[in-house]
């Protein structure tokens, strides 16, 4: 053990010398520097604060609050996790609601619930208020167990309008005032689908997996847009009550949660095919998924886009040019670009036992009689992704039943488009849960059935109340120990024997000695060799 020690003590003086004779040098950038600035434009795209100009008071005013947010920041505990209040499980009511998976969010002071759609691809989050022209809200409508919600600013004593002059109003060139209310209008990719209203910060109602004194509900600010009038979709069943931005912008809800460090900058969504998931902020994903980078558009972060090197079909991979895709939860199906549609196509067919069936008003190229198909047979589809990482797609296929008292249809579930960046949308994210790790600028995924716990934290799917202590979990769940190491329940809640926790408690006691006396024998070193 002496001997041990000593070659210890050596090792360490021996490292203490050599920092001694290394340096490394980094270069530092202003945080209102023309770099600093660069990368936020490559990241945002346009830099929508003002930058202001160096040694004016304007510019040490803003060095203040920045340094006033940093001190906050390191006050308060951030969260671990976040989720809205009404608990973290999405719904999918499918073809009801346009194929789209949904979660109740509470906004404003008292609280309204809405169901609102989840948006990967979209940066405001909007809701049906004052209405001039929108969607029904009855719950009858669209078989929920209670009526949509419908905002109005004037019923929320903490909402306040948006002026025109602010950073975040991109329309605020065309008001007459800087002080006006902002107005917005959004196009969306759909048909003649948009919505407009004016930009209304009030707060977002979320609860904490950790403990909190005050209770389990956070509320914090948001900017949302007051949807008065609704085009196309939104007035044909998708995204009646509203959208959840969930996108890169400044303007989503992720950005936000972020910018007043309650918890890190990322975010899961899981889906199940069972029409149940999740949606958690702040999650750190799971030990054992694959990841790969976003890519920039022209340059930008703009949303959330992976490479793809390939595509296998079966045993059979796609050799071709490599091509991206938008993750976009607010797609329903996944689209391909044209050249690669036709690849995958060509090949998926040949390898399918059946043939297949034309049918002239299906949407979907390749259907299958499924009385006929066996589908221990059918190919895999798998995606592989810049990094070598794969996912393979659990379910390639939308089960249409397209006459009544006949044989079921299975179609492949993706489609053409014309476009050089493709969509995955939800049918292929189905059974994962996918990061968004927006930190680290990553995209990741590890099949789940959605109730594993998040990171350090236990995330409900429903909210917490009175009756049941807060976040519960089944027994069969893993829980953690403050210390981060995962437990079961029943061992966790175990006394050791007595032998056994004596012979633990000398094995630690040994070993915290042994820490000090060689910390203190390196500090001996280090002081040495500066002398």
Request: with cysteine; proline share 6%; glycine share 8%.
């Amino acid at each position: 053990m002496a001997t041990e020690l000593l070659v210890s003590v050596v090792a360490v003086c021996f490292l203490v010398h050599v920092s001694h004779s290394l340096t490394f040098s980094s270069k530092l950038v202003h945080r209102f520097s023309d770099e600093a600035k660069a990368v936020r434009a490559a990241r945002y795209g346009e830099v929508s604060i003002h930058w202001p100009r160096r040694r004016t008071v304007e510019y040490y005013k803003m060095l203040l609050k920045s340094d006033l947010q940093r001190q906050n920041m390191k006050l308060r505990a951030p969260y671990p996790s976040l989720f809205p209040s009404e608990g973290s499980e999405t719904f999918f009511p499918g073809n009801d609601m346009g194929w789209l998976h949904y979660t109740w969010v509470d906004i404003g002071t008292p609280n309204v619930s809405f169901f609102v759609a989840l948006d990967t691809g979209s940066d405001l989050s909007w809701v049906p208020c004052d209405c001039e022209e929108c969607a029904p809200l009855s719950d009858s409508y669209y078989n929920l167990d209670r009526d949509l919600g419908m905002y109005s600013p004037s019923k929320s004593s903490t909402s306040k309008h948006l002026p025109c002059g602010h950073q975040l109003c991109d329309l605020g060139s065309n008001c007459k005032s800087s002080k006006q209310p902002c107005p917005y209008r959004i196009e969306y990719a759909s048909v003649n689908t948009s919505t407009t209203g004016l930009l209304i910060e009030d707060v977002l109602h979320l609860a904490s997996s950790g403990v909190e004194p005050s209770g389990p509900t956070v509320k914090t600010p948001i900017v949302i847009g007051c949807g008065k009038k609704q085009t196309g979709g939104y007035l044909s069943g998708i995204a009646p009550d509203g959208l959840l931005g969930l996108g890169f912008g400044e303007i989503s809800v992720p950005s936000f949660l972020a910018k007043a460090g309650l918890v890190r900058d990322s975010f899961s969504l899981c889906f199940k095919e069972d029409a149940s998931g999740r949606i958690v902020f702040g999650d750190r994903g799971l030990s054992k998924q694959q990841s790969t980078p976003f890519l920039t558009v022209e340059g930008k972060y703009l949303t959330y886009v992976v490479g793809i090197e390939n595509i296998c079909i079966g045993s059979v991979c796609q050799k071709q040019k490599k091509f991206r895709l938008l993750v976009d939860s607010g797609s329903s199906f996944t689209h391909l670009p044209n050249n690669v549609y036709e690849k995958v196509t060509e090949e998926f067919d040949k390898q399918m036992n059946t043939s297949r069936i034309m049918y002239e008003y299906s949407t979907w190229d390749y259907c299958y009689n499924i009385s006929s198909l066996d589908l221990a047979q059918v190919p895999t589809l798998s995606l592989t992704f810049v990094g070598n990482n794969s996912l393979i797609v659990q379910n390639p296929f939308l089960p249409l039943y397209l006459i009544e008292g006949q044989s079921d249809v299975l179609c492949l579930a993706f489609q053409a488009t014309e476009d050089d960046i493709g969509t995955i949308g939800q049918d292929f994210l189905m059974g994962y849960r996918m990061l968004f790790d927006r930190d680290n600028l990553k995209l990741g995924w590890a099949r789940s059935n959605c109730h594993e716990s998040s990171g350090s934290s236990k995330v409900p799917l429903t909210p917490p109340t009175q009756d049941r202590p807060e976040n519960p979990l089944p027994t069969s769940e893993q829980q953690k120990s403050p210390g981060g190491h995962a437990v079961s329940p029943a061992v966790a809640s175990r006394t050791p024997p007595n032998p056994s926790a004596a012979v633990s408690l000398f094995a630690s006691v040994q070993l915290w000695y042994q820490t000090l006396l060689l910390l203190y024998l390196a500090t001996f070193c280090s002081f040495s060799w500066m002398i």
